[in-house]
């Protein structure tokens, strides 16, 4: 239903309609691997969001964001 809605308005079949965007790039900072594993399977199932690396601490992920340069890091309030 959706899909005949969109296509009436814009013309343009419904894929077309909406460019898919690309994902964010994510770098996740936490000193729980655990944590770490958790949050890069629950940010990795939706599309929006790609992981492109990890530290297990402040100090490792400055390093990180330096070298890989995301768009985003994600970290734990107490990462050293």
């Not at 814009?10 to 936490?30: E, F, K, Q, S, W």
Request: overall charge positive.
């Amino acid at each position: 239903m959706l899909a005949g809605l969109l296509r009436g308005r814009t013309g343009l079949p419904a894929a077309a309609a909406a460019p898919a965007r690309p994902a964010l790039t994510v770098v996740i900072i936490d000193d729980d691997p655990c944590a770490r594993e958790v949050l890069r399977i629950v940010l990795s199932e939706g599309r929006q969001w790609r992981v492109v690396g990890e530290a297990a601490d402040g100090h490792e992920g400055i390093v990180v964001v330096g070298r890989l340069r995301p768009q985003l890091a994600v970290l734990a309030a107490l990462a050293s």
